[in-house]
């Protein structure tokens, strides 16, 4: 599998990369998984402190923990999770970082993280705190880069423009294409996306169809659209997962399309869409058949 360097950093990672949160909570049925992710290439792994509060952070650090050297292991931080484990709460500050740091490197088992991503993020943050903590785990050799994981335009440029966040994780497909306005900015400041959310919930592969008429609308998508739609990109000479993938890979700012998988099949379905050939004639055709949106929140 093909490897792009991660903003600026000295990371290069998988054009897929494996989302975690997705995984088995059963230790050999994820071991499984990601043992699949690693036979075919995939050598990033995306994970969160808040995924299974913490439960997910053990069992890719339990899985992968032999393999340590040869991956690129990324997880987020800035939900803290009540002490009765049933909610959390929004806690980007310094004291929690340094806290929450720690803690994640007990669960993954390991004594430095790739990539430690802010999960979200708000104008109302303390943006110098952040990045000063970030830059501070960095040079104590607790983190090697990191990044934010958010939606919000505002929030997303006044970190890069402060920073040296290495990636932005938004969601981003050819159904939900708001990112593409933004997608400038990332080059500019040489920061790499991580896209998220790249086959929409399982509305771009051959499910898709069956899935619209369970879930209805999707996004700016009503149901008539959205069937509309999936019909005329299954109608393509490309299977639709295919066209999807190769979509986001087609972006200059793409550095991996993070696929969660809760079986095996389901990643090595991926894995085939990616090694299929997608002319761009296809791609183009693709793009006129979707909406290109643009987020009216979060703006300024």
Same mark, same amino acid.
């Given at each position: 599998m093909k490897k792009r360097q991660l903003g600026k950093s000295d990371l290069f990672v998988s054009e897929i990369g494996l989302g975690c949160m997705s995984l088995p909570t059963n230790q050999k049925d994820a071991d499984k998984i990601l043992q699949v992710a690693l036979d075919h290439g995939i050598n990033y792994f995306d994970t969160a402190d808040l995924y299974n509060n913490g439960e997910n952070e053990k069992i890719v650090g339990n899985a992968l923990k032999s393999n340590r050297e040869q991956i690129i292991l990324a997880t987020k931080v800035?939900?803290?999770?009540?002490?009765?484990?049933?909610? @959390?709460? @929004?806690?980007?500050?310094?004291? @929690?970082?340094?806290?929450?740091?720690?803690?994640s490197l007990k669960r993954l088992q390991t004594d430095y993280i790739d990539v430690y991503q802010l999960h979200g993020g708000t104008m109302e943050d303390d943006a110098d705190e952040v990045i000063d903590t970030m830059e501070s785990l960095k040079k104590d050799g607790l983190i090697r880069a990191y990044g934010i994981s958010s939606i919000r335009p505002n929030?997303?440029?006044?970190?890069l423009k402060k920073?040296?966040?290495?990636?932005?994780?938004?969601?981003?497909?050819?159904?939900?294409?708001?990112?593409?306005? @933004?997608?400038?900015?990332?080059?500019?400041?040489?920061?790499?996306?991580?896209?998220?959310?790249?086959?929409?919930?399982?509305?771009?592969?051959?499910?898709?169809?069956?899935r619209t008429n369970k879930t209805g609308e999707y996004l700016a998508y009503s149901k008539e659209e959205l069937l509309k739609a999936i019909e005329k990109l299954q109608a393509l000479n490309?299977?639709? =997962?295919?066209?999807?993938?190769?979509?986001?890979?087609?972006?200059?700012?793409?550095?991996?399309?993070?696929?969660?998988?809760?079986? =095996?099949?389901?990643?090595?379905?991926?894995?085939?869409?990616?090694?299929?050939?997608?002319?761009?004639?296809v791609l183009v055709k693709a793009l006129e058949i979707t909406k290109q949106d643009m987020y009216t929140e979060h703006r300024a």
């Open positions: 800035g939900n803290r999770m009540n002490e009765t484990g049933d909610g @959390w709460s @929004w806690d980007p500050s310094k004291k @929690w970082i340094k806290t929450a740091v720690h803690e929030v997303i440029n006044r970190f920073s040296n966040a290495v990636s932005v994780m938004m969601q981003y497909s050819l159904l939900d294409r708001r990112p593409e306005e @933004w997608l400038p900015l990332l080059e500019k400041h040489q920061v790499s996306l991580l896209s998220r959310g790249t086959l929409a919930k399982g509305l771009l592969t051959a499910e898709g169809m069956k490309a299977p639709i =997962t295919a066209v999807a993938l190769h979509h986001v890979l087609e972006q200059k700012a793409t550095g991996s399309m993070i696929v969660g998988a809760s079986s =095996t099949e389901q990643l090595l379905e991926t894995v085939e869409a990616y090694n299929t050939d997608v002319s761009e004639d």
